[in-house]
Every structure is written in structure tokens, then in C-alpha cells.
């Protein structure tokens, strides 16, 4: 088979998996909607469904809002049913759940999200080949507030912030302005820190807010890697959630993920997440393997091309055999070998291609 064929009907599976999650977030709502409205909702909600479809069937990033739809809560949750085992993660609608059984669905959301406007973007992966589409749920119904340092901020941070949805409710404030940030009577409200301490932070504006209705996410890292923190609002202050412990992460698009998950200290969003797309990756990882073995067949290859599929195939063995129990593994220790394979075998197509060998992906 051609590599252009292959990469097309790949790139149709992802996006038929990215349309069934947020079909089956619809079917959530839809059936919720039978309860409390009418008929004319439910249409309303089917035509949302054909425009979200057409946006994904055309290839595009997705970036839309969900509108229209019953004014009701949603909400999200991973947890691992016990050790050893693969995270499942759900959303709730009214007294449904909704599991999302597809590890290759994978989904960052707020634990509570609250319609009529919900925010739905899409963002691919490459690890370093086309691996997941990740899709962020949020609402209009969260304040989004991100503080930086301006004078010392990197250019990932405007990255963040033209990332983010369309529509988002947001606001950037430098850490030397955070005495003008004012309570808004909003539904909930984050606070993104990034590469600042959000120890010292005052929530005196904030105090009449339910302390579940205010959460934060300290980020210490860049677009590549770090740390995630994250916060709970408690009287006037932020406490961390697990004093103890930063969740690691690497990657732009689980940077984002991070920013859009609420953790709370018996939740696993993040992380759950995490392994659910280090589980796909594996999958994809060992067809690229599977197909190393056409590759190193083809005829007229020269003895440097073969050397490198060999050394290829070897390289994406061990990143398949690595992720293999991934569910199991210490998530920091697996994200520096992880990060590690995805550069090797990126440098490995890149010598393909300058020396006129078939790629590898």
C-alpha cells in the first residue's frame, strides 16, 4: 500500500474517533434533554451535531461553540478502578453516565462544565507521527484567568493563549497587576500561573465564592515539559490540592490539557488522560513497527537505507514494548523516555528523507 493511501485512511480513523467523543457527549445531553424540554431543543441540538460533523470530516483543528443546547451541568471524571488497571473516564449528564471506552478518545474537560454554551476544540498529537486527536471541553460559564510575568515571558506563553478556544471567557493579567483582578459573580473561575508561585496568592476578592467554584493550575515549565500543580480555593487562599505532588507532563498538547483539567485529591484526570494516550500510542507505534517489516523488503534499497529501517524498527520496538504497560508505569520516568524515542525517531525520518529512502511515517 501506497504511504499516502495509508496516511489518509489513518487520518480518517482519528477523525471518526474525534466525532464519536463528542457524540457521545451528545448523547448525554440529548437524552438528558428529553426529560426537561421540548422537541424543538432537540432539533436545535441535531443541527449543532451536523455543523460539529462537517467541521471534523473537513480535516480542520476544531474550534467551535456548542450553543443552543438545554441549560443544564455536565460533568467529567477519570479514575482508575484500582491498581494495575486502565483509567476510564465519563461524563455525567443529569443522573446518566456516559463512559468513554476508546483509549484512543482522549478528553480534557473541567470536572463541572454548565451548558447552554459549551466550548469543544481539537488539537492534533504527533509523537512524532499522527497519533490522537486530543479534544478540550470547557463553557462559557468558567472564567479563565491566566497570570504571568510579562517582562520575562517566552514566546510559549502567547502560544497558550492564541491556543486556546475562540470563545473562551479570558483574561491575562502580569503578576505585578494581580490586586486588580475583581470578582465578576461568575459560575466558576480558574487561575492559570504560568512559571509562577501561586503560594502567596490573595482570594480576599473571591471569598464569597463556594470554594469548589474557584480552582487553580501552577504550570513550571515550558511548551516542552514540566510541572503541573494544581490548587483549590480555601477561605481566601489557594491550597494545593496534593501538597505533595506536581503531575509531569511534555508536550504542547497535554500542556493545554492541563489547563483545561480540575484535580481534585481523590481524582486522576490528568494523569488518566495522560496514560489513555501513551495506551494509543503504543497501538500506533506498533503498526509503524509492523510496517518496518514491508519496508525493509522493498528492492534496490541501498545498504545505508537498510541500516536505517533496521535501526528504526529497533527504535520503534522499544518505544512499543516501553508503552505496553504504561497504566503501570511512574508517569515522569515514562515521559523522559517517551520524549526521548519521539526525537530519536524523528531524526531517523529526517535521514530518510535527505537520503532519498522511504520514510518511516
Keep these: 500500500m501506497k504511504k499516502g493511501s495509508l496516511t489518509i485512511q489513518f487520518n480518517w480513523i482519528l477523525v471518526l474517533l474525534a466525532g464519536a467523543v463528542i457524540l457521545l457527549f451528545f448523547m448525554g445531553v440529548i437524552q438528558y434533554a428529553t426529560q426537561i424540554a421540548d422537541q424543538k431543543r432537540n ?20 474550534d467551535k461553540p456548542i450553543e443552543s ?7 467529567y471524571q477519570c479514575a482508575s478502578p484500582g491498581e494495575g488497571s486502565n483509567c476510564k473516564c465519563s461524563f455525567i ?10 483509549p484512543s478518545l482522549i478528553v480534557f ?74 470578582s465578576k459573580n461568575d459560575d466558576r473561575v480558574k487561575f492559570i500561573f504560568l512559571n509562577i508561585n501561586p503560594d502567596s496568592f490573595d482570594l480576599s476578592e473571591f471569598e464569597s465564592m463556594n470554594d469548589a467554584d474557584v480552582t487553580a493550575v501552577a504550570i513550571a515549565g515550558d511548551e516542552f515539559g514540566g510541572q503541573l500543580s494544581y490548587y483549590q480555593k480555601k477561605g481566601s487562599t489557594l491550597e494545593p490540592v496534593n501538597p505533595s505532588t506536581s503531575l509531569s507532563y ?4 497535554f500542556l493545554l490539557g492541563g489547563i483545561f483539567t480540575d484535580e481534585t485529591s481523590d481524582s486522576a484526570n490528568f494523569q488518566c488522560n495522560q496514560k489513555r494516550a501513551y495506551e494509543t500510542l503504543h497501538y500506533v507505534a506498533n ?5 518496518m517489516n514491508v519496508v525493509e523488503t522493498i528492492p534496490d534499497s541501498t545498504d545505508f537505507c537498510k541500516t536505517l529501517y533496521a535501526t528504526a524498527k529497533d527504535h520503534l520496538g522499544s518505544l512499543s514494548d516501553a508503552l505496553a504497560t504504561s497504566y503501570q508505569s511512574d508517569l515522569a520516568t515514562m515521559n523522559d ?13 529526517k535521514e530518510a528523507i535527505a537520503n532519498s529512502c522511504v520514510p518511516l511515517y
Design 250 to 253: 511534555r508536550g504542547f498538547p
Design 43 to 62: 432539533i436545535l441540538i441535531g443541527t449543532t451535531l451536523d455543523s460539529i460533523s462537517n467541521s471534523i470530516k473537513s480535516g480542520d483543528n476544531l
Design 337 to 349: 523516555a517517551i520524549s526521548t524515542s519521539i526525537t530519536i525517531l524523528d531524526d531517523d525520518n
Design 287 to 291: 503498526d509503524y513497527f509492523q510496517r
Design 109 to 182: 474537560s473541567p470536572s463541572r462544565m454548565k451548558s447552554p454554551k459549551v466550548l469543544v476544540k481539537s488539537l492534533e498529537w504527533d509523537a512524532p507521527f499522527r497519533t490522537a486527536n486530543f479534544l478540550y471541553f470547557t463553557s462559557t460559564s468558567v472564567r479563565y484567568i491566566f497570570i504571568l510575568d510579562q517582562t520575562s515571558a517566552g514566546g510559549w506563553e502567547t502560544d497558550v493563549l492564541n491556543s486556546t478556544h475562540r470563545d473562551l471567557k479570558k483574561e491575562v493579567y502580569d503578576a505585578s497587576e494581580t490586586n486588580t483582578i475583581k
Design 69 to 75: 443546547i438545554p441549560n443544564i451541568n455536565v460533568e
Design 93 to 102: 449528564v443529569g443522573d446518566r453516565q456516559f463512559d468513554i471506552d476508546d
